[in-house]
């Protein structure tokens, strides 16, 4: 079982250098036999259907912009049509948004602001206050998917992000199958999650980071679960 990380590899960059070490503590947890590839977006841009083919999940990364945006998000619009799992952290979350909001919320060439700043209704903007190697608490959702994931009503996470879904553009989230999934102690929205999916959650915190200290966490855990359900394997006992 194969999990593709979507973005362009740097092992300067703290979350990439952490995202290895999350999924061998989570294939050591689980028992189950994955392995991952790199895989550059501008490899994605022209048929991202074909390189994730044999793929059996995918996990867009951190540290954006990436090299090519319309790969990153091929990459997340095939996991979310084709119901592979899918995890985006930082970067992959806020590219989680620009996908859904293009293809299902009818925007027409929705902006992120780090790569468009005079855009005047951008769905990603900068934050009110930058997580740049900050942590802060999560309060998943009282009885959504992240909270049994996590099993306990609070947690602490940490960032390194600038940008965030925009304040104009949160309302959205109200109906439809992509939800809010955890919130911070001001209520700003902290991760998604995609209802009817058999697992889609992005988060604007890097959960790969407790890894650093040894720790498997729970939501990886989870990720490499539902990659080992769709694939059909069983989990070691």
Not at 77 to 106: M, S
Request: glycine share 10%; charged share 20%.
């Amino acid at each position: 079982m194969n999990i593709g990380l979507v973005g362009d590899h740097d092992p300067a960059v703290t979350a990439h250098r952490a995202i290895p070490l999350a999924l061998d503590l989570a294939r050591r947890t689980t028992g189950a036999s994955i392995e991952w590839t790199w895989i550059d977006t501008p490899s994605l841009a022209r048929d991202p259907s074909t390189t994730l083919a044999d793929l059996a999940g995918v996990w867009c990364v951190p540290a954006t912009p990436y090299r090519s945006t319309a790969g990153a998000i091929g990459a997340i619009r095939h996991a979310r049509q084709t119901g592979l799992p899918f995890l985006g952290t930082c970067g992959g979350f806020q590219h989680a948004l620009l996908e859904y909001a293009e293809a299902v919320w009818g925007l027409e060439r929705p902006a992120h602001a780090e790569l468009d700043p005079q855009a005047p209704v951008p769905v990603i903007a900068p934050l009110a206050c930058a997580l740049v190697e900050r942590r802060g608490s999560i309060l998943p959702l009282p009885g959504s998917r992240l909270a049994t994931i996590y099993g306990r009503e609070r947690t602490e996470e940490g960032y390194h992000c600038s940008y965030g879904l925009s304040l104009s553009h949160a309302h959205r989230l109200e109906h439809g199958a992509l939800r809010v999934a955890a919130r911070d102690d001001a209520g700003e929205i902290r991760a998604v999650a995609l209802e009817g999916h058999p697992f889609f959650f992005a988060t604007l915190f890097q959960p790969e980071r407790a890894a650093l200290d040894g720790v498997s966490h729970p939501l990886i855990e989870a990720f490499v679960r539902a990659v080992a359900a769709a694939s059909g394997a069983g989990l070691e006992s």
